[in-house]
């Protein structure tokens, strides 16, 4: 069930994406976009697919907040791949944007996709104003520096200042990191209906912590053909994670814990919400 709704996720996804960058015409900066938004697993936005579909909400309205959301997620992910980030020369299984282009074109093609991920949720085909604006100020928040921006400065801090975190603390940086894309993504179909979204909410926190704990273990143990990129550079780097502060097995079990949390967190949608308590459970066992 799972399999089948993320794989239809990422086709949907992947054909809006057609059609609103067709619009760019022919340049540097489109051709750039259209390479860094191209492959992945579309998680977050299958994560606003899902949730829209449990509260009732049509697709041809969600599928505008879903791929507003991949848009950010290639931009933060162009960005952390910079030379002055992480300088990572690979990302699914391609060359990064500053290799294949240079950097100049690589941090304009990243502002472009931040632009247009604000623009895909602002449309009138999301909703009412009221609606556009929630979701908007909500992504505004979850990526900018009390959310994303914050996680990935924290993060580079750390390693600057060369003292190892707590796991209180890397727990926080990757509750904005990772974490704030993934709780927006969740509680977006909520937020389209107008419903409540704390359920979702909960969900969310477990599955985006639970997400960056397999990380930190593929990391260690991934294969870096299936995973796309560059393994084993946090333990270059000397980072704390969570594998490094609870070993790998004391990580895989506090993973396991925080997926029943968040599966537990869905029980006011019954077996409607299945699908995204199989996707709890996917974060933990994938292998990319």
């Given at each position: 069930?799972?399999?089948?709704?993320?794989?239809l996720?990422?086709?949907?996804?992947?054909?809006?994406?057609?059609?609103?960058l067709?619009?760019f015409?022919?340049?540097?900066?489109?051709?750039?976009?259209?390479?860094?938004t191209?492959?992945g697993?579309?998680?977050?936005?299958f994560?606003?697919?899902?949730s829209?579909?449990?509260?009732?909400?049509?697709?041809t309205?969600?599928?505008?907040?879903?791929?507003?959301?991949?848009?950010?997620?290639?931009?933060?992910l162009?960005?952390?791949?910079l030379?002055?980030m992480?300088?990572?020369?690979?990302?699914?299984?391609q060359p990064?944007?500053?290799?294949?282009?240079?950097e100049?074109?690589?941090v304009?093609?990243g502002?472009a996709?931040?632009?247009?991920?604000?623009?895909?949720v602002?449309?009138p085909d999301?909703?009412?104003?009221?609606?556009r604006a929630?979701?908007?100020?909500?992504?505004?928040?979850a990526?900018g520096?009390?959310?994303?921006?914050?996680?990935?400065?924290?993060?580079?801090?750390?390693?600057?200042a060369?003292?190892?975190?707590?796991?209180?603390?890397?727990?926080?940086?990757?509750?904005?990191?990772?974490?704030?894309?993934?709780e927006?993504?969740?509680?977006?179909?909520?937020?389209l209906?107008?419903?409540?979204?704390?359920p979702?909410?909960?969900?969310?926190?477990?599955?985006?912590?639970?997400?960056?704990?397999?990380d930190d273990?593929?990391?260690v143990?991934?294969?870096?053909?299936?995973?796309?990129?560059?393994?084993?550079?946090?333990?270059?780097?000397?980072k704390?994670?969570?594998?490094?502060?609870?070993?790998?097995e004391?990580?895989r079990?506090?993973?396991a814990?925080?997926?029943?949390?968040?599966?537990?967190?869905?029980?006011?949608?019954?077996s409607?919400?299945?699908?995204?308590?199989?996707?709890?459970?996917?974060?933990?066992?994938?292998?990319s």
């Open positions: 069930m799972f399999a089948t709704a993320l794989a996720a990422a086709q949907q996804i992947d054909a809006h994406f057609d059609r609103v067709g619009e015409g022919d340049s540097a900066v489109s051709h750039a976009m259209r390479h860094a191209t492959g697993k579309r998680l977050r936005g994560l606003v697919l899902e829209a579909r449990l509260h009732g909400v049509d697709a309205r969600a599928i505008w907040p879903a791929t507003g959301i991949e848009a950010l997620h290639a931009y933060s162009v960005h952390d791949d030379p002055c992480d300088d990572d020369d690979l990302r699914r299984g990064t944007l500053h290799v294949k282009w240079d100049g074109i690589a304009l093609a502002d996709l931040q632009a247009l991920a604000f623009e895909l602002t449309r999301c909703g009412s104003g009221d609606v929630d979701l908007a100020l909500g992504l505004a928040r990526s520096a009390k959310g994303m921006v914050l996680g990935q400065a924290r993060d580079m801090a750390a390693e600057t060369g003292q190892p975190l707590t796991l209180a603390q890397v727990t926080a940086l990757q509750a904005g990191k990772t974490g704030a894309l993934i927006w993504s969740a509680c977006a179909g909520a937020r209906a107008g419903d409540d979204p704390a979702l909410h909960q969900y969310a926190q477990g599955l985006g912590l639970a997400f960056q704990i397999a273990i593929l990391d143990t991934g294969d870096a053909t299936k995973a796309g990129k560059r393994l084993n550079k946090d333990t270059d780097a000397g704390a994670t969570f594998v490094s502060l609870l070993g790998l004391g990580a079990t506090r993973a814990e925080l997926v029943d949390q968040a599966c537990t967190a869905l029980s006011p949608y019954g409607q919400a299945d699908t995204l308590r199989q996707a709890a459970h996917f974060v933990i066992s994938r292998d």
